[in-house]
């Protein structure tokens, strides 16, 4: 070697050094930022596949930012800087739903620009100082930008180029969920368990859970087995034709739907157990069918129970359909509304938010409604209460879309109105002030609660006012009521904690049925889930023709108490109720791929008829009729 060879190696073998040295730091401080037990920085000794793992996404993004910056520094705290953002956003979504981020989470990405930024900005910190923070840490790395020399030339004979392209590579494919990735984020070695995202992240890190979910997803999407499938048919089919064998009733009623949100019953929580703080509820279950519904989420995501009541599919069958709507595209979806539709009802969704927020718009269309009135077609009056739009009005909507006179039909009503965070003032403060809270809950928690229960309140006093306008019409009429989930009052839950000593995660909420005429018909208590809610809708309709939904009402209600949300304590299955899940599993696969009719009409004796997603092209949402001076046409 000569003499002037020597110092280039030095300098050569120094920079690979500490480029190695500023990996293993970011390791450590990936590790220390995460906080999961198997991913703290001392855990390096015992497990250090463990912390270069869950780093390792960071780490592709630091050779990234190198080769086109050229500078170490920069590259390393920019990197960082992203995984403090993520950090952040999984906090705040640990804080208020109770799990960790979902690789499905980042498909809100795009629904920012469709009213979600609205929404989700509710949940963003209010104090100044983490804006300050990251505005510094900013100003830092720009600074480095400026004053930090280079660590190689920027002419490298192509190596450049050769190394961003291969690390752009890896990168791209490991946010692909590439198979290949499997080997490297293998789950029986970094302690995956599947059925709880936050045990995961608490072993494996953030970004390993991340990534071995979506390998999860990508690897075990749902191959249905048509002959246990049709077994299970075989099995139900003299029950199942004594079902389809009723008449259908000679008038059909108007079916008005309210998916109320955040709506339960405190009185499932200790500090309210004695209360009674939902009067008409109570009431009107005093001649309806009533209980506990078990919804497939927690404190958010009103879409997944939104998906299982309007398909009577169960998401617990579709591990890789974590928000439907963004992810079932525009082909059409067997559903309830298409059922509805072929007994001639007129099919209206009624919606005052965004309509392209969560792709309402499109899923819809996918679902079968005829009209979707959405925000824009509200008076422009139309009240607001704190954050959002005021029940009252969407109950003054509902109403003006009823008709004396034409076809039968279905109102499906989505409320706002108690959708969180719960920190923005109501309009009656001395109302919300009066309401009482449990012992030990204060501060900014006693002020959530209190604004939870005052709009809560008011969707109890709307379902009073809306069963009362229904009982005075001529026409025959059910009126359907359920929460989406359970608000997200996570600190509430834990310092009070529920009547059944259960997981909040697991806490099903409520649901009425009811025929707001009647006020002989004895109570009748029923739990189920949102998935079998169609099947016992059409059949207190006195639609009774449906082979899928019959078969519902045949066999969920064993299955009901399985439903919940992600991250969930699961119920312990017997034998019998594990079989009859996974044969369930193959049948609901089958309905949602719309290969399922044959199966049925074979076991039924009769030759198939094409499904509603098959036999019509998808009907478009029409212009709805303007209720006030600023209408507008939906979209």
């Known amino acids: 070697m000569t003499s002037s060879a020597a110092p280039v190696l030095r300098r050569m073998i120094l920079r690979i050094v500490v480029v190695l040295a500023m990996a293993l730091l970011f390791v450590l401080l990936t590790g220390l930022l995460d906080g999961g037990q198997g991913v703290l920085p001392l855990r390096i000794l015992d497990q250090p596949r463990f912390l270069f793992a869950n780093a390792w996404p960071g780490l592709l993004v630091v050779g990234?930012?190198?080769?086109?910056?050229?500078?170490?520094?920069?590259?390393?705290?920019?990197?960082?800087?992203?995984?403090?953002?993520?950090?952040?956003?999984?906090?705040?979504?640990?804080?208020?739903?109770?799990?960790?981020?979902?690789?499905?989470?980042?498909?809100m990405v795009g629904q920012l620009r469709k009213g979600g930024a609205h929404l989700l900005a509710g949940y963003l910190p209010h104090s100044p100082w983490p804006y300050l923070v990251m505005v510094v840490a900013v100003l830092v790395l720009v600074a480095a930008w400026r004053l930090e020399p280079p660590l190689f030339e920027r002419r490298t004979g192509g190596k450049r180029l050769a190394a961003g392209g291969a690390l752009a590579l890896l990168l791209g494919s490991l946010l692909a969920g590439w198979i290949g990735w499997a080997k490297v984020y293998n789950g029986h070695v970094l302690w995956m368990e599947p059925w709880s995202a936050a045990s995961t992240r608490d072993h494996a890190g953030l970004f390993s859970e991340l990534v071995m979910f979506d390998l999860q997803y990508n690897l075990h999407k749902p191959k249905p087995n048509s002959v246990v499938a049709e077994q299970l048919i075989s099995q139900s089919v003299h029950a199942l034709r004594q079902r389809i064998g009723m008449p259908n009733a000679a008038v059909l009623p108007d079916i008005v739907v309210i998916q109320s949100e955040s709506f339960f019953d405190p009185s499932t929580t200790n500090g309210y157990a004695h209360s009674d703080l939902t009067p008409n509820l109570r009431q009107l279950a005093a001649h309806g069918t009533s209980g506990a519904l078990h919804v497939p989420t927690f404190g958010g995501g009103t879409i997944r129970t939104e998906f299982e009541m309007l398909t009577g599919l169960s998401l617990r069958y579709f591990d890789n359909l974590q928000f439907p709507y963004l992810q079932m595209g525009r082909k059409q979806v067997p559903s309830l509304v298409h059922v509805l539709d072929e007994h001639g009802y007129e099919t209206v969704a009624v919606h005052g938010n965004d309509p392209t927020f969560w792709n309402r718009n499109t899923a819809f269309k996918a679902l079968g409604f005829q009209r979707f009135v959405s925000q824009a077609d509200f008076p422009r009056d139309a009240p607001n209460d704190g954050k959002y739009m005021a029940d009252s009005a969407m109950t003054d909507e509902i109403l003006s879309q009823l008709k004396d006179n034409g076809p039968p039909q279905f109102i499906f009503a989505i409320s706002i109105e108690a959708h969180g965070p719960y920190d923005v003032d109501p309009k009656n403060i001395a109302e919300r002030d009066a309401i009482a809270v449990p012992a030990g809950i204060e501060g900014k928690d006693k002020i959530a609660l209190q604004n939870y229960i005052y709009h809560m309140q008011h969707a109890d006093?709307?379902?009073?006012?809306?069963?009362?306008?229904?009982?005075?019409?001529?026409?025959?009429?059910?009126?359907?009521?359920?929460?989406?989930?359970?608000?997200?009052?996570?600190?509430?839950?834990?310092?009070?904690?529920?009547?059944?000593?259960?997981?909040?995660?697991?806490?099903?909420?409520?649901?009425?049925?009811?025929?707001?005429?009647s006020t002989t018909a004895p109570p009748v208590h029923e739990d189920t889930a949102a998935w079998l809610m169609p099947g016992l809708l059409l059949t207190a309709a006195g639609i009774h023709d449906d082979a899928y939904y019959a078969l519902t009402q045949q066999l969920g209600p064993q299955l009901a108490a399985l439903t919940r949300a992600p991250g969930a304590p699961q119920p312990d299955e017997d034998d019998a109720t594990r079989q009859l899940d996974q044969s369930m599993a193959s049948v609901e696969q089958l309905r949602m791929s719309r290969k399922l009719q044959p199966l049925l009409a074979k076991a039924l004796g009769a030759s198939p008829a094409p499904t509603p997603a098959a036999a019509t092209s998808p009907t478009p949402v029409a212009t709805v009729p303007a209720t006030g001076s600023g209408a507008q046409t939906a979209h």
């Open 461 to 517: 006093q709307e379902l009073g006012r809306l069963a009362a306008a229904l009982a005075k019409r001529q026409r025959p009429a059910l009126l359907l009521f359920y929460g989406d989930h359970l608000p997200a009052l996570t600190d509430v839950y834990r310092t009070d904690g529920f009547v059944d000593g259960g997981d909040m995660l697991a806490q099903p909420g409520t649901w009425l049925l009811v025929d707001p005429r």
């Open 64 to 107: 990234l930012l190198l080769v086109t910056t050229r500078r170490l520094l920069l590259s390393f705290g920019l990197a960082y800087l992203l995984e403090v953002l993520v950090y952040g956003i999984n906090r705040l979504k640990m804080a208020n739903l109770g799990t960790p981020l979902l690789p499905a989470d980042f498909r």
